[in-house]
T-cell receptor, first 115, second 114 residues
Framework: ETGVTQSPTHLIKTRGQQVTLRCSSQ?????VSWYQQALGQGPQFIFQ???????GRGNFPPRFSGLQFPNYSSELNVNALELDDSALYLC??????????????FGEGSWLTVV | AQKITQTQPGMFVQEKEAVTLDCTYD???????LFWYKQPSSGEMIFLIY??????QNATEGRYSLNFQKARKSANLVISASQLGDSAMYFC???????????FGAGTRLTVKP
């Protein structure tokens, strides 16, 4: 148990729709990052939020957006869904920039299927 | 640009034996961290071990140890006394202190045979 919870665990959406995925950080962690993991590949960094501000972004289009709330929980929003958006979406929480090893904890992910 | 390479798509090991999973990386940043994660079929990424680029000693966590060779830019994971429950995907990852982008390798699927 990492203390990072994600919802929903599985969902199916139609191409062109919008989706919101949610993440509850481990208690006390003020940084959250999101990753997309396509089948058979390693996770790809989408973006990171630190104290409600985005402070890092990977190579994803603007239709991938996020929010971090005062309680440090977070949302990932994806607009205009495409078939290639089908993947496991992982949330990770950490304290500060999390660059000290085992302070980066992942949730179990949300499996998104776009049809 | 940062890059992580895991050249072993799949590995097999006999129960109770040791196994080494390879990882090489490429970065121009002087300060970075290296991570190994285990991912069972459920999807959760389980943290195993961390090595800082300036750490003098190789990291160890129970049955996991990291063979860090900075000059060769390699960070191999050694699992001793393999157990059936070790069967999973294993990912090597790197994160620079200068940005917040954690890069992952393509992973190695480890299968432990009874």
């Amino acid at each position: 148990e990492t203390g990072v919870t994600q919802s929903p665990t599985h969902l199916i959406k139609t191409r062109g729709q919008q989706v919101t995925l949610r993440c509850s950080s481990q208690s006390g962690h003020n940084t959250v990052s999101w990753y997309q993991q396509a089948l058979g590949q390693g996770p790809q960094f989408i973006f990171q939020y630190y104290r409600e501000e985005e402070n890092g972004r990977g190579n994803f289009p603007p239709r991938f957006s996020g929010l971090q709330f005062p309680n440090y929980s977070s949302e990932l929003n994806v607009n205009a869904l495409e078939l290639d958006d089908s993947a496991l979406y992982l949330c990770a929480s950490s304290l500060g920039d999390g660059n000290s090893g085992n302070t980066i904890y992942f949730g179990e992910g949300s499996w998104l299927t776009v049809v | 640009a940062q890059k992580i390479t895991q050249t072993q798509p799949g590995m097999f090991v006999q129960e109770k034996e040791a196994v080494t999973l390879d990882c090489t990386y490429d970065t121009s940043d002087p300060s970075y961290g290296l991570f190994w994660y285990k991912q069972p079929s459920s999807g959760e990424m389980i943290f195993l071990i961390y090595q800082g680029s300036y750490d003098q000693q190789n990291a160890t966590e129970g049955r996991y140890s990291l063979n860090f060779q900075k000059a060769r830019k390699s960070a191999n994971l050694v699992i001793s006394a393999s157990q059936l429950g070790d069967s999973a995907m294993y990912f090597c990852a790197m994160r620079s202190v200068y940005n917040n982008d954690m890069r992952f390798g393509a992973g190695t699927r480890l299968t432990v045979k009874p």
